[in-house]
């Protein structure tokens, strides 16, 4: 092999630049660092593919003509190469593994692939294992869910909003909308990001700690048995760094004897602006040792994930065992190689559905036009494969539990499923997934007393009117705040009218007021919105009134003799809603969501079941032809008697459409002349509600 002339030329200086360094300094930093790893860097961009695995023969022959340098070897695999520096000892390796795709041709968001692919669950393992080996030897579409070891089940939000988010591909277009989209979501849910955009300097790295969330989008490089694993910051060698980081580099301890390095030289791809392309530089790179010499210790049930190839295989075990070390609960990493781009449209579809950002924010959204609201891991890495991300069929996105966890990482954010208000015992109930950490609730921006906090369901106390009793309902768990429920209420009149013989009748007029969680919601993630099954009671500042008046005359004849019997109903009342130990003078009332089709996007309706228990009632009496009077006291008929459950059609404004039936029957709500019926009327004018289902509301 011929080398480049200035090759030979960098090569021949690095001797000469070494003995001078040597023999003026008491420890030996030489320059010939700087100098020998842009050789290594200039060699791997001259070759016309960018220097990849196919490379990895010649790359390592030029390695081992560096005097400089000593034990170069290569992978198994082809995708590392290794060496150390003579005079020092220090590490130097290559990592060959990233694949070097096209940039998109925009930097717009990224499409949602047409096909999807799922884990093949065997032995409660998912269908790729960390060495990047497929169980099944098919790659195929899979309808069951991937398994997850049942410790998820625990979902906890971290108990620090600190998040840090890392990374080395900052200029890269295939993940610039990755960035912006955890700048956005993380900061509008309430989290402090100190370090925004990269940042992964050795610096920066050296004062992690106390975070909820770290997330360091990143190269790696695999052990071998004298060098140990590695992560790519984002600084570039300097010719000074043996001054800056020496001790790092070569495992030096202010107290106790030397140990393993912190840092070590590593050559990788990087997205160049100028080029348009995939360049080689050389970085440093942290080891285990430097987290567990620098790092402090993660919040409760924090999440670490660090999005770069292998880093939950095998090799990487001990940056997993430092991770857990410094309290992480939940790692998240890549049993094997993954593609960058690949890996930022699978962590940007993660983080939103950690998140669930509105539906104008989201990224990945789903056909049935509704946002989702937040999930938690489990369910957000079932959603991976439904999208065609998460998995390719040599590496899977796995999620390993810190076995010395007492709680663990499972939401980023509460989620409201539904609520309810149970009016007998002025209670709202909501339905989701919090937490066990006490937070609060609030309706129309009043916050609730005396809640009773469950991780998946929240009793609170609920005003019957005025602030706090309808309106937006919002979990907020540490300072992040849940999707949003909406308590919609409706105030609106039924004139139920029965006619008897004659001027006999009897009228009731009910002011009825009641409050329903009417939003459509999603029970499972990625699957459609249910209707609501949801039913209310009638709220306590509902209210009636009845009347009864007329009268009718009934004459028989027997034989020359006619009978005269007069009938005449009188009185009326009130009507209270019902509340416990009531049984007289009350409106007995239900009302419930329609679970059918067409599906909800064109449709809804309640169903109302209206009556009246009314034991007092009003007052008749019948006189006979001889002007004997027999009093006597007769109930208050309701509507359900005579047409059952009444149907509430609702437009997609919530707004109950104005509506009246009528029947004739042979029932009657008092005495009167045999033979003869009664004419029943329900009415009602359209009824427009307080606080509609917000459409753009995530579900």
Request: aromatic letters at 10%; glycine letters at 8%; charged letters at 15%.
């Amino acid at each position: 092999m011929t080398w480049p002339t200035s090759h030979v030329r960098t090569i021949a200086l690095l001797a000469a630049a070494f003995a001078l360094e040597c023999a003026s300094l008491p420890r030996c930093y030489s320059a010939t660092h700087k100098q020998v790893l842009d050789a290594i860097t200039a060699k791997l961009n001259s070759f016309p593919d960018g220097g990849t695995k196919a490379d990895s023969a010649e790359i390592l022959k030029f390695l081992r003509a560096i005097p400089e340098l000593t034990g170069a070897q290569i992978s198994s695999d082809s995708s590392a190469i290794w060496a150390s520096f003579t005079a020092d000892g220090r590490s130097v390796a290559i990592d060959l593994s990233q694949p070097a795709p096209a940039p998109p041709a925009t930097s717009a968001l990224p499409a949602t692939p047409p096909a999807y692919f799922r884990w093949s669950p065997r032995h409660g393992q998912p269908a790729i294992t960390p060495g990047g080996r497929l169980v099944d030897t098919a790659f195929e579409l899979r309808q069951q869910a991937p398994q997850f070891p049942q410790a998820l089940a625990t979902q906890e939000i971290p108990n620090s909003s600190q998040v840090r988010i890392l990374t080395v591909f900052l200029e890269y277009p295939g993940t610039t909308v990755l960035y912006q989209k955890l700048l956005t979501w993380l900061t509008n849910e309430g989290y402090q990001l100190p370090t925004v955009y990269g940042a992964a300097t050795v610096g920066d790295l050296k004062n992690v700690g106390g975070d909820g969330v770290l997330y360091f989008d990143s190269h790696s490089v695999a052990a071998t048995d004298k060098h140990p694993p590695g992560i790519w910051t984002t600084e570039q060698v300097a010719d000074d760094a043996g001054e800056l980081y020496g001790d790092d580099l070569d495992g030096v301890n202010k107290a106790g004897p030397k140990g393993p390095s912190r840092l070590f030289y590593q050559d990788a791809k990087t997205w160049s602006t100028t080029l348009k392309n995939w360049t080689f530089e050389a970085h440093y790179a942290i080891t285990p040792d430097f987290i567990n010499t620098y790092w402090q210790n993660f919040a409760d049930n924090s999440l670490v994930y660090i999005s770069a190839c292998q880093l939950a295989g095998p090799a990487f075990q001990p940056f997993v065992n430092a991770f857990f070390a410094k309290n992480a609960s939940v790692y998240l990493g890549w049993s094997s190689y993954v593609d960058a781009e690949f890996a930022a449209n699978t962590d940007l579809l993660l983080f939103e559905r950690l998140i669930g950002p509105s539906r104008n924010d989201e990224v990945y959204p789903e056909a049935d036009g509704f946002a989702q609201r937040p999930f938690p891991l489990q369910d957000a890495l079932q959603d991976e494969a439904l999208h065609g991300l998460g998995a390719t069929p040599y590496a899977a996105l796995t999620p390993l539990i810190n076995p010395n966890a007492k709680t663990l990482f499972g939401l980023l954010a509460p989620t409201i499923k539904n609520v309810a208000a149970d009016e007998y015992l002025d209670q709202l109930e909501i339905w989701g997934i919090f937490g066990d950490v006490a937070g609060t609730v609030t309706v129309g921006n009043k916050e609730l007393q005396g809640c009773q906090w469950g991780d998946s369901v929240i009793t609170c106390n609920l005003p019957e009117s005025g602030d706090g009793s309808e309106g937006e309902v919002v979990v907020t768990v540490q300072g992040h705040k849940s999707n949003a429920a909406m308590l919609t209420s409706w105030r609106g009149s039924f004139h139920f009218t029965v006619k008897g013989a004659d001027s006999l009748t009897q009228d009731v007029v009910y002011n009825l007021h009641f409050r329903i969680d009417l939003r459509q919601f999603r029970a499972v993630i990625h699957n459609p919105p249910l209707e609501p099954i949801t039913g209310a009671l009638l709220a306590k500042d509902a209210q009636g009134k009845y009347t009864c008046s007329g009268t009718a005359t009934q004459t028989t004849s027997v034989g020359e003799t006619t009978y005269t019997m007069t009938f005449k109903w009188d009185g009326g009342g009130g009507l209270a809603a019902p509340i416990p130990g009531t049984t007289d003078n009350y409106i007995n009332f239900t009302i419930g969501a329609y679970t059918g089709t067409p599906p909800p996007s064109s449709h809804n309706r309640l169903d109302l079941h209206l009556d009246t228990g009314a034991s007092q009632g009003c007052a008749y009496t019948v006189t006979d032809s001889s002007g004997t009077v027999e009093p006597g006291t007769m109930s208050v008929m309701g509507p359900f008697p005579y047409f059952g459950l009444i149907s509430l059609s609702l437009d997609e404004s919530a707004v109950i459409a104005a509506g009246n039936f009528n029947v004739s029957s042979l029932q009657t709500a008092g005495p009167q002349p045999s033979g003869t019926g009664t004419q029943a009327t329900v009415a009602w004018q359209s009824i427009k509600p307080e606080y509609p289902p917000d459409p753009n509301s995530a579900r």
